[in-house]
């Protein structure tokens, strides 16, 4: 708290409207596996991006889980993240909203359900009773929330419903999982499965999309509270500015995103609302 206390203390530097701070202390940035699972040469090259631009030392945090980043949050090892708006909407008491990306010119994403491509027939969750599914993470909108909201609405009990029930803890492993046969369905972040099927498409043709949900804000940036003024807004203008540079631009192909928008939280209405559906708040 001490840091974070003296940093907010420091003015930014005039001539670089992104520099946090003289001080220095390292900037912690959090991820989740949902984005960026695997991809270590581009999360080096983004934190040295960050790094030079706010002229302080920052470190990245990747962590297997949802839950182990959110825990990351609560207690204060961490000042950035990116998460899921699912986990968004559970710590937006402790956290703020710093930039959602835009991808395909909107900060909207969707859930795919995903059969194996030798099933034809498969329209809806409703038709996969008694199969086995594969869930992203307990933390997961699309991957979770989103597809048991479904069943749920329909009158069926999810903890039933399927015969068999695993955690794969990545989207990508999601496809892997229905890909190969482990699982007879999943639901998957559209993001992560368009994204694979421009890298990987030999993973994604095993796959067929049976379904698409409904439109959900894009997984956001997002800041603990306890982060300054000034290195809210450094950090943000950074986010905000990365399509404005040739280096900018550059990562952002490679993030397969177009860029960073201000968020805004009615874009996380709908989670909220299923997450009430099961007694979430």
């Not at 402790?94 to 059969?115: D, N």
């Given at each position: 708290m001490q840091r974070r206390k003296f940093l907010g203390l420091l003015p930014l530097a005039a001539a670089n409207p992104y520099v946090l701070a003289a001080g220095k202390p390292p900037i912690r940035v959090g991820l989740t596996p949902a984005f960026l699972h695997d991809q270590h040469g581009l999360l080096e090259d983004w934190r040295l991006y960050m790094q030079k631009r706010l002229d302080c030392p920052v470190e990245f945090l990747q962590r297997d889980s949802y839950r182990e980043t959110m825990d990351l949050l609560r207690l204060e090892k961490i000042d950035f993240a990116w998460i899921?708006?699912?986990?968004?909407?559970?710590?937006?008491?402790?956290?703020?909203?710093?930039?959602?990306?835009?991808?395909?010119?909107?900060?909207?994403?969707?859930?795919?359900?995903?059969?194996?491509?030798?099933?034809?027939?498969?329209s809806s969750i409703l038709q996969l009773r008694g199969k086995v599914f594969a869930y992203a993470d307990p933390y997961s909108n699309t991957g979770y929330l989103a597809p048991r909201y479904q069943l749920k609405q329909a009158g069926e009990d999810p903890a039933k419903f399927f015969r068999k029930t695993f955690f794969t803890y990545s989207h990508r492993k999601l496809v892997e999982a229905v890909a190969s046969g482990l699982a007879q369905g999943a639901s998957v972040d559209s993001f992560v499965f368009d994204t694979l099927s421009l890298i990987k498409p030999e993973l994604t043709r095993r796959t067929r999309i049976a379904a698409k949900s409904p439109e959900y804000g894009f997984p956001p940036l997002i800041a603990h509270r306890s982060v300054s003024e000034p290195n809210f807004v450094a950090m943000q203008n950074l986010l905000l500015a990365m399509n404005q540079d040739v280096e900018g631009q550059a990562l952002l192909k490679r993030l397969h995103l177009d860029g960073f928008r201000r968020g805004d939280e009615k874009l996380y209405a709908s989670v909220a609302e299923m997450m009430r559906a099961f007694g979430e708040d």
């Open positions: 899921c708006d699912y986990p968004y909407v559970h710590l937006r008491k402790l956290v703020r909203l710093l930039a959602v990306p835009s991808y395909g010119g909107q900060s909207l994403y969707r859930a795919y359900l995903i059969v194996p491509t030798g099933d034809a027939h498969t």
